[in-house]
């Protein structure tokens, strides 16, 4: 193992989605990572399903695989005595521990913000629920598609106001996940000068408010309420899904420049009337769209791209994932890895999204470990244990 963190361990309570994805990242960068578990059953994505895969005796989530890469898995029940003195050495030898109960079931277990740093004065603890920890709806369970609904993302999201739309990935929990290693990660930084740990707390409601963007400021600072509208960028034109002759691209006229390089290739007068400027473009959206479809009308894709690339205005087709996964450009970031799974042998998964100095691989480790069995690692983690113990 090598990496940033290291030396660090964490111990990761969570589970479904937003902890475990804070954990992979920490494990990402090199950290140890045990994943306390249930026993019989484990995380509940490793029951999220379909696609299953492997053996029809011992079928793997997808879904589990995606979230639980450099971790190791022992299992504990924490409502036994065996449970929680386990959990109490894992504490005292920890550096992290991240939870994503609801508010006040750590409390209930035994293990209070007091009594964790009691046993280990210098653990971080990653606190992440679904609407906070406190305030009035302190206490609600959270789940993506509420906090995404609540949060106002989905008013945000879709072809128009009265069709909101989830995004299509769980990205509350994985936005929480990210916020949360954020401050784990700084919280470890700062104990590097105290010596002391502290509670780093998050949840969906945040980590969705915390990316409206200009969306909130649209509505903080002008007092306008932000809509979905679909594929256009509210606030540049023209930015968004566009037609041709054989499919759909999309292009990105971030500047005055840009629209003027794009409008004089494609025979539009880059300064006719509600053109001129942005502000102009956007508030005659329908019209400039409308000529730029036209003009796309009759080239195909390929040949709109190479275009576009010569002017300099960026542009892209819409990929599905298949041709995400099998495009060279994506496997030369190290954005696939190849791991040895216990159970299905040799597959591949997607990487972590880093990528430190010029190393080929991606994440600060060179081997990434498999998402592991449910209690794969309960004899050896409990080994590692006792030697802490001895010391």
Same mark, same amino acid.
């Given at each position: 193992?090598?990496?940033? #963190?290291? $030396?660090?361990?964490?111990?990761? #309570?969570?589970?479904?989605?937003?902890?475990?994805?804070?954990?992979?990242?920490?494990?990402?960068?090199?950290?140890?990572?045990?994943?306390? /578990?249930?026993? @019989?059953? =484990?995380?509940?994505?490793? @029951?999220? @399903?379909?696609?299953?895969?492997?053996?029809?005796?011992?079928?793997?989530?997808?879904?589990?695989?995606?979230?639980?890469?450099?971790?190791?898995?022992?299992?504990?029940?924490?409502?036994?005595?065996?449970?929680?003195?386990?959990?109490?050495? #894992?504490?005292?030898?920890?550096?992290?521990?991240? /939870?994503?109960?609801?508010? $006040?079931?750590?409390?209930?277990? !035994?293990?209070?913000?007091?009594?964790?740093?009691e046993v280990n004065p210098g653990l971080v603890v990653l606190s992440i629920s679904g609407f906070g920890h406190d305030g009035p709806q302190g206490g609600r369970a959270g789940y993506d598609q509420i906090a995404q609904g609540e949060a106002g993302l989905m008013s945000l999201t879709g072809p128009s106001p009265d069709q909101p739309t989830r995004v299509g990935v769980p990205i509350g929990d994985l936005l929480a996940g990210m916020y949360g290693a954020y401050g784990v990660v700084a919280a470890l930084h700062e104990?590097?000068?105290?010596?002391?740990?502290?509670?780093?707390?998050?949840?969906?409601?945040?980590?969705?408010?915390?990316?409206?963007?200009?969306?909130?400021?649209?509505?903080?600072?002008? @007092? /306008?309420? !932000?809509?979905?509208? !679909?594929?256009?960028?509210?606030?540049?034109?023209?930015? =968004?899904?566009?037609?041709?002759?054989?499919?759909?691209?999309?292009?990105?006229?971030?500047?005055?420049?840009?629209?003027?390089?794009?409008?004089?290739?494609?025979?539009?007068?880059? %300064?006719?009337? =509600?053109? %001129?400027?942005?502000?102009?473009?956007?508030?005659?959206?329908?019209?400039?769209?409308? %000529?730029?479809?036209?003009?796309?009308?009759?080239?195909?894709?390929?040949?709109?791209?190479?275009?576009?690339?010569?002017?300099?205005?960026?542009? !892209?087709?819409?990929?599905?994932?298949?041709?995400?996964?099998?495009?060279?450009?994506?496997?030369?970031?190290? +954005?696939?890895?190849?791991?040895?799974?216990?159970? +299905?042998?040799?597959?591949?998964?997607?990487?972590?999204?880093?990528?430190?100095?010029?190393?080929?691989?991606?994440?600060?480790?060179?081997?990434?470990?498999?998402?592991?069995?449910? $209690?794969?690692?309960?004899?050896?983690?409990?080994?590692?244990?006792? /030697?802490?113990?001895?010391?």
């Amino acid at each position: 193992m090598s990496g940033p #963190l290291d $030396g660090t361990t964490v111990i990761d #309570l969570s589970r479904a989605l937003a902890g475990p994805h804070a954990g992979m990242m920490l494990g990402d960068m090199g950290a140890r990572v045990i994943k306390v /578990e249930t026993p @019989g059953t =484990g995380d509940d994505t490793r @029951g999220w @399903g379909p696609p299953f895969v492997g053996p029809d005796d011992e079928p793997i989530s997808t879904y589990f695989l995606s979230c639980n890469r450099n971790k190791e898995s022992v299992t504990l029940d924490l409502k036994s005595d065996d449970g929680r003195e386990t959990l109490t050495r #894992l504490v005292r030898h920890g550096d992290v521990l991240i /939870e994503n109960f609801r508010p $006040g079931v750590l409390d209930r277990l !035994g293990f209070t913000v007091e009594r964790l740093h009691e046993v280990n004065p210098g653990l971080v603890v990653l606190s992440i629920s679904g609407f906070g920890h406190d305030g009035p709806q302190g206490g609600r369970a959270g789940y993506d598609q509420i906090a995404q609904g609540e949060a106002g993302l989905m008013s945000l999201t879709g072809p128009s106001p009265d069709q909101p739309t989830r995004v299509g990935v769980p990205i509350g929990d994985l936005l929480a996940g990210m916020y949360g290693a954020y401050g784990v990660v700084a919280a470890l930084h700062e104990r590097n000068r105290t010596g002391k740990g502290r509670v780093v707390r998050t949840s969906l409601l945040a980590a969705i408010v915390g990316v409206h963007a200009f969306q909130g400021t649209r509505y903080t600072v002008a @007092g /306008e309420v !932000g809509h979905a509208q !679909g594929n256009h960028h509210p606030s540049i034109t023209p930015y =968004g899904l566009f037609d041709c002759k054989d499919g759909k691209l999309q292009i990105a006229c971030g500047s005055e420049g840009l629209w003027v390089k794009l409008a004089t290739a494609f025979g539009i007068d880059p %300064a006719a009337p =509600g053109m %001129a400027t942005n502000r102009e473009r956007v508030a005659h959206r329908d019209e400039v769209n409308a %000529a730029v479809n036209a003009a796309f009308a009759d080239r195909t894709l390929a040949e709109l791209l190479v275009t576009l690339d010569e002017i300099g205005v960026p542009a !892209g087709e819409v990929r599905t994932l298949d041709r995400v996964y099998d495009w060279d450009q994506t496997r030369s970031q190290g +954005l696939v890895l190849d791991i040895d799974h216990p159970v +299905l042998g040799p597959i591949e998964i997607p990487g972590p999204p880093i990528r430190l100095d010029d190393n080929a691989y991606a994440g600060g480790r060179p081997d990434h470990l498999p998402p592991p069995a449910l $209690g794969q690692h309960n004899e050896s983690v409990r080994a590692w244990l006792d /030697e802490q113990d001895a010391r």
